[in-house]
């Protein structure tokens, strides 16, 4: 099955209103740029899609990419485990003036929980976050003389990856770092789309070089020259681009 669409437009057209998106990135790392503001893009010409819960590592840094999502005033609630980053400015204001919600989770339960949901576990136990706020209202039971708070497994109706290289049947690659979220959030996704720098004919990649199989992506868009987050904001961008 070819899953390659032929622009960023296209890739991201199905996403509603109301969704749940996981957006890839440690930071700067993996973030899928080009889909984000394809995004952002869509919601200026049409009004849609808005009220999205976003899962992400962080908050966003500058005025480009996840930023710039919160800041078009598209995202109602944010799940990560940094709301404070290097420059969470857009994030901070929102947040103070009461226009989004944020829901913390440690890093290493951000990442089980969003294994959880692409593994069909609906819930698990650990220790982290016992005895804090995070853990009120949550079940907690005691192993082996320790006490662990329940976490429900995150799933999403949509997931933006960025990867380095990619079939069109969607088996992909990551580059370094880069690979961060991505693998699990693909699994945890309904629907997959993924950019990548390159796209290469079907059985090109080394099947034991497969990070992610392409049963568990349904989009493929090439982003032959993808931007970085970090270079953005060093010149002061902000999304969208001033003429």
């Given at each position: 099955?070819?899953?390659?669409?032929?622009?960023?437009?296209?890739?991201?057209?199905?996403?509603?209103?109301?969704?749940?998106?996981?957006?890839?990135?440690?930071?700067?790392?993996?973030?899928?740029?080009?889909?984000?503001?394809?995004?952002?893009?869509?919601?200026?010409?049409?009004?849609?899609?808005?009220?999205?819960?976003?899962?992400?590592?962080?908050?966003?840094?500058?005025?480009?990419?996840?930023?710039?999502?919160?800041?078009?005033?598209?995202?109602a609630k944010l799940i990560?485990?940094?709301p404070r980053s290097a420059?969470?400015?857009?994030?901070?204001?929102?947040?103070?003036?009461?226009?989004?919600?944020?829901?913390?989770?440690?890093?290493?339960?951000?990442?089980?929980?969003?294994?959880?949901?692409?593994?069909?576990?609906?819930?698990?136990?650990?220790?982290?976050?016992?005895?804090?706020?995070?853990?009120?209202?949550?079940?907690?039971?005691?192993?082996?003389?320790?006490?662990?708070?329940?976490?429900?497994?995150?799933?999403?109706?949509?997931?933006?990856?960025?990867?380095?290289?990619?079939?069109?049947?969607?088996?992909?690659?990551?580059?370094?770092?880069?690979?961060?979220?991505?693998?699990?959030?693909?699994?945890?996704?309904?629907?997959?789309?993924?950019?990548?720098?390159?796209?290469?004919?079907?059985?090109?990649?080394?099947?034991?070089?497969?990070?992610?199989?392409?049963?568990?992506?349904?989009?493929?868009?090439?982003?032959?020259?993808?931007?970085?987050?970090?270079?953005?904001?060093?010149?002061?961008?902000?999304?969208?681009?001033?003429?």
């Amino acid at each position: 099955m070819d899953k390659q669409v032929p622009n960023l437009a296209t890739a991201v057209a199905e996403i509603e209103s109301g969704s749940v998106v996981m957006i890839g990135g440690f930071g700067g790392a993996g973030a899928p740029i080009e889909l984000i503001h394809a995004l952002i893009d869509r919601f200026h010409a049409t009004g849609a899609p808005k009220d999205l819960t976003v899962v992400n590592n962080n908050a966003g840094n500058g005025h480009v990419g996840l930023a710039a999502l919160i800041e078009a005033g598209m995202v109602a609630k944010l799940i990560c485990s940094f709301p404070r980053s290097a420059d969470p400015v857009v994030f901070t204001t929102k947040y103070l003036a009461g226009e989004i919600a944020l829901e913390l989770v440690p890093q290493g339960t951000l990442a089980e929980r969003i294994r959880a949901g692409g593994a069909g576990i609906p819930a698990f136990y650990t220790p982290t976050s016992f005895g804090t706020d995070l853990a009120k209202g949550k079940p907690t039971a005691m192993f082996d003389g320790r006490e662990y708070v329940q976490e429900r497994w995150l799933k999403a109706d949509y997931a933006l990856v960025k990867a380095e290289l990619a079939d069109p049947q969607g088996n992909l690659t990551y580059r370094a770092a880069a690979r961060n979220f991505g693998p699990v959030m693909c699994m945890a996704a309904r629907v997959a789309i993924v950019q990548a720098r390159q796209v290469v004919p079907a059985g090109t990649i080394d099947p034991e070089a497969v990070v992610t199989p392409g049963i568990f992506v349904q989009r493929v868009v090439e982003v032959p020259h993808p931007a970085q987050e970090e270079d953005l904001n060093r010149a002061g961008a902000a999304y969208p681009l001033e003429a």
